[in-house]
């Protein structure tokens, strides 16, 4: 079984940081990718940073550049965050793939002046 806690939410102003982190307990050695999605009021979930167990990256397109997907160890999968901009605004859920797919709580970012 594995279990996802993220933390690293919170405010933020328009072109600020924030770093996201998500730790995972259980084996996950045979993952096939560990990331990000979001999900805004209204909105459907979407994927916003993907690292694949080869180590290939994949961003939304709105973030690209702007945010970056990171292993810091073989439990934890991070996300900084720069030039936040207030549609950033929205629930990040951290996520995991192997035969199975799990999904963390999630954590709120709002990015307002």
């Known amino acids: 079984q594995v279990q996802l806690v993220e933390s690293g939410g919170g405010l933020a102003q328009p072109g600020g940081s924030l770093r996201l982190s998500c730790a995972a307990s259980?084996?996950?050695?045979?993952?096939?990718?560990m990331g990000w999605y979001r999900q805004a009021p209204g909105k459907e979930r979407e994927s916003v940073a993907i690292i694949t167990a080869g180590g290939n990256q994949n961003y939304a397109d709105s973030v690209k550049g702007r945010f970056t997907i990171s292993r810091d160890n073989a439990n934890t999968v991070s996300l900084q965050m720069s030039s936040l901009k207030p549609e950033d605004t929205a629930t990040y859920y951290c996520n995991v793939q192997k035969r199975f797919v799990y999904w963390g709580q999630g954590t709120q970012v709002t990015v307002s002046s």
């Open positions: 259980g084996n996950i050695f045979d993952f096939k990718s």
